[in-house]
């Protein structure tokens, strides 16, 4: 199984970008994806959660700019991100609970870099 991250480059303030997160491989199920993003000298942050049903929950400083999807028949997971600022710039991570040849772990892909130029 492998989550591949792709979408992310150099934007201006105010600007938008759409990430997304595929899964591929031997997959059963799929239960929560998320993203997470790790901007230079700090630690990685929760950036929003999207659980099997479509349930959401965003961190504070993303609420209202930028929106998470999935598309299950796909496999894959969106990311929307409008009204970039910024402190938005970071490596941003997928993150994914999949079911595969019987067992259930967390899986991660390889990160894509957002630049937002001020």
């Known amino acids: 199984v492998q989550l591949q991250a792709s979408g992310g480059g150099l934007v201006q303030a105010g600007g938008y970008l759409r990430l997304s997160c595929a899964a591929s491989?031997?997959?059963?199920?799929?239960?929560?994806m998320g993203w997470y993003r790790q901007a230079p000298g700090k630690q990685r942050e929760l950036v929003a959660i999207?659980?099997?049903?479509?349930?959401?929950n965003y961190a504070d400083s993303v609420k209202g700019r930028f929106t998470i999807s999935r598309d299950n028949a796909k496999n894959t997971m969106y990311l929307q991100m409008n009204s970039l600022k910024p402190e938005d710039t970071a490596v941003y991570y997928c993150?994914?609970?999949?079911?595969?040849?019987?067992?259930?772990?967390?899986?991660w892909g390889q990160g894509t870099l957002v630049t937002v130029s001020s």
């Open positions: 999207i659980s099997s049903d479509g349930t959401t």
């Open positions: 993150n994914a609970q999949i079911r595969a040849l019987g067992f259930t772990r967390t899986y």
């Open positions: 491989g031997t997959i059963s199920s799929i239960n929560t």
